[in-house]
């Protein structure tokens, strides 16, 4: 079982107050990296999310949040919390997610930022006097919490994922229900429980429940004291909750799946397209929604750079994240080792080369969650790999001739999350990115999201956008005031 000072309550937090599931039931928290338990945390259902909402919204009822000076204090007290704490809390992360501990820690800066950020931009939350006077009235526009607002996030980025929903939930003076994956709830308590320790937040500020998913869900999407939803998930839940939503008429942020082309041109720096391929690729053991899925490169250096990106592939360390120098950690669960295994399967009965890793024959996730990282030529866009994401340390490379093939290719998926460009001539890559149809595109770099950019997707990939300026708007209300006094 896991120790830690971060998780003297391993518990769901409502109203201030640490609290156990009514029912008494509990789920176990497993470390991916060798099956042991970690801890069992409450299930939790409709009663317990009920009461989360509720203290929200009293908070609303009554004075209301503080003002903007207080808001930016509490973010960068949290921001200064996390920095803090950043081995402590990416030790948790690593137990339970698998990433490597020093990866883990870079998730925890990473959350940091988005603290910091909304913390300097917080004044955008100040309302505006139009310029231009209208039927003898003055104008303002004010910016108001939209309400109690419902978080949920996946396992793949424990810390990561909240940050970048809650910091602007706060800034906006939206108090939070937040409801994380039942495989990675640790990190997220050890929050909790910084928070609790170091910032001054108001008893229904923060309210942190867990266990069921339809039930806790459900009860989010039903309440009209719950305004807005921001979700990261897949698409098939996504699209749930739209339906969901309808009664209410709920405003969404949703984040969804994504199969994200990496596309190499003929003019590009190899080495620096291989070296970024790898790092994007391989962060969480490619459990990652904007990592590269489907490689495109032009035909005349298809070789070249395969045999650059294998030999670095081979080079990769993969073991338990909390071993020193370990690149590459353990797969979530058996499913997610099971999918990778499925599509390898599938490409090399349909004609695909094995260049890199293990034969999946030699593979088995009732042995362990250990995938090696693996690459395969000779793909075709039939595969599962280029028709699905596959969500795990998996590289096929397609070869393409023409530019127009390249976006053709690239665009060949209803998903518009995140795409690669890699080339010299850059009028010729922008040409190319202007017409892909997903909402991040990494022009010679893999780099992801960063908290001052506007992030989300395209098509099937959500509605809605994280970070930046256009992240605050997420959870607010404009409300346009005529003065004609």
């Known amino acids: 079982m896991i120790e830690s000072y971060l998780l003297k309550n391993i518990s769901g937090y409502i109203d201030g107050q640490w609290v156990e599931a009514d029912s008494g039931k509990t789920v176990e928290v497993y470390n991916p990296a060798n099956g042991k338990t970690l801890a069992n945390i409450p299930f939790m259902a409709a009663d317990e999310t009920k009461r989360a909402i509720a203290a929200g919204q009293s908070l609303l009822d009554s004075d209301g949040v503080p003002d903007l000076e207080t808001r930016r204090e509490w973010l960068e007290d949290i921001r200064d919390a996390l920095i803090d704490e950043k081995e402590e809390i990416g030790r ?64 793949n980025f424990p810390i990561g994922m909240i940050a970048k929903k809650v910091a602007p939930a706060l800034a906006a003076g939206c108090p939070v229900v937040i409801k994380p994956a039942t495989e990675t709830p640790l990190t997220m308590i050890a929050m909790f429980q910084i928070m609790h320790d170091r910032v001054d937040l108001p008893k229904g500020m923060i309210n942190l429940v867990m266990g069921s998913s339809k039930d806790i869900g459900g009860e989010l999407m039903s309440s009209p004291d719950v305004p807005m939803i921001s979700f990261t998930g897949s698409t098939g839940v996504g699209q749930l909750l739209v339906e969901q939503s309808k009664d209410w008429v709920k405003k969404l942020g949703l984040e969804l799946g994504g199969n994200a082309p990496f596309i190499v041109l003929d003019d590009a720096d190899l080495d620096s397209a ?121 590289l096929p490379i397609i070869s393409f001739d023409t530019d127009e093939e390249a976006v053709k290719l690239g665009n060949h998926t209803e998903f518009g999350l995140a795409a690669y460009v890699f080339g010299k001539d850059e009028k010729r890559a ?52 005529p003065d004609g006094s």
């Open 92 to 155: 948790i992360l690593c137990l339970e997610h698998g990433k490597p501990w020093k990866e883990a820690q870079g998730e925890v800066e990473y959350a940091a930022s988005f603290f910091d950020y909304f913390a300097k931009i917080i004044d955008e939350m100040k309302p505006e006097t139009l310029p231009e006077k209208a039927k003898d009235c003055s104008w303002t526009v004010h910016k108001r919490a939209i309400g109690v607002a419902g978080l949920i996030t996946p396992w």
């Open 274 to 394: 291989a070296d970024n391929l790898i790092a994007n690729k391989f962060r969480g053991a490619g459990q990652t929604c904007v990592c590269a899925n489907r490689i495109y490169v032009q035909k005349s250096i298809y070789e070249a750079f395969t045999d650059k990106i294998v030999e670095k592939v081979k080079a990769l360390r993969v073991g338990d994240g909390m071993d020193e120098d370990v690149d590459v950690g353990p797969l979530i669960n058996k499913a997610g080792f099971d999918k990778v295994h499925d599509h390898v399967k599938d490409a090399l009965s349909k004609g695909a080369k094995l260049v890199a890793g293990k034969h999946p024959d030699e593979l088995d996730s009732n042995k362990n969650l250990f995938y090696t990282p693996t690459v395969i030529t000779d793909v075709t866009q039939d595969m599962k790999c280029c028709t699905d994401e596959t969500f795990g340390p998996l």
């Open 430 to 481: 922008h040409k190319l990115i202007a017409k892909l149809h997903f909402g991040h595109c990494g022009y010679n770099t893999g780099t992801g999201p960063a908290a001052h950019a506007p992030f989300g997707g395209m098509l099937q990939s959500g509605v809605g956008r994280e970070g930046g300026v256009d992240g605050l708007m997420e959870y607010v209300e404009l409300q346009t005031v």
